[in-house]
């Protein structure tokens, strides 16, 4: 494959990487797990999105050692820059002025901080995908997802911050993964 169709490949992917996230957030039950687990334990949502995503799209397991490099770009990225803007964004309205004028311009910048924060997730995102650009199969070779390689995936991700899942945490996980385990999410390369 020449670095173009690779860049391509890639970028295709990231995106359908992207619009699957979208939608699986958007499923009923997911978005309180991720805040739990998100709150609870630190676990990037967006990360754990994108690794279980760009397996559940297709994507070859990467080896122990590859996986271990994609989760420390992934925490640093989500260290350095998605929790500081998430930090930002969360202490303005405690910290907002009283007077209405003021009030409105935190508001707003409020609201811009979490647009940013948006997009350093996905991001993040894209950074995940490169790291699998190189193995990855073509776009639409699949018609299904993969639910059983996301699950796996996910479970990586998650024991690399929870030593040990409470009863709760495992309650959280498998009602983020329902949606893909059940078969309600579709992918969006087709």
Do not use: N
């Not at 990231?14 to 957030?25: C, F, G, P, R």
């Not at 799209?57 to 490099?69: C, F, H, N, V």
């Not at 776009?139 to 996910?154: E, I, M």
């Amino acid at each position: 494959m020449t670095d173009e169709a690779e860049r391509r490949s890639a970028d295709s992917l990231t995106e359908a990487v992207w619009q699957l996230t979208l939608k699986w957030y958007a499923a009923e039950g997911v978005q309180p797990a991720c805040l739990a687990l998100q709150d609870r334990h630190g676990i990037g949502v967006s990360a754990l999105f994108a690794l279980a995503g760009t397996a559940a799209l297709g994507a070859p397991a990467l080896s122990a050692e590859a996986m271990e490099r994609t989760l420390d770009r992934a925490e640093r990225w989500q260290r350095q820059v998605i929790e500081p803007l998430r930090q930002a964004r969360r202490a303005i309205r405690p910290a907002a002025p009283d007077e209405p004028a003021l009030h409105a311009e935190a508001e707003a910048l409020r609201k811009a901080l979490l647009q940013r924060e948006i997009a350093a997730e996905r991001l993040q995102q894209a950074l995940v995908v490169a790291d699998y650009s190189h193995s990855t199969t073509e776009p639409g070779v699949s018609r299904s997802l993969d639910a059983d390689a996301a699950t796996v995936t996910a479970k990586v991700y998650m024991d690399r911050h929870v030593a040990c899942l409470s009863a709760a945490d495992q309650r959280h996980l498998e009602a983020i993964m329902a949606p893909l385990t059940r078969g309600t999410l579709t992918d969006p390369r087709h």
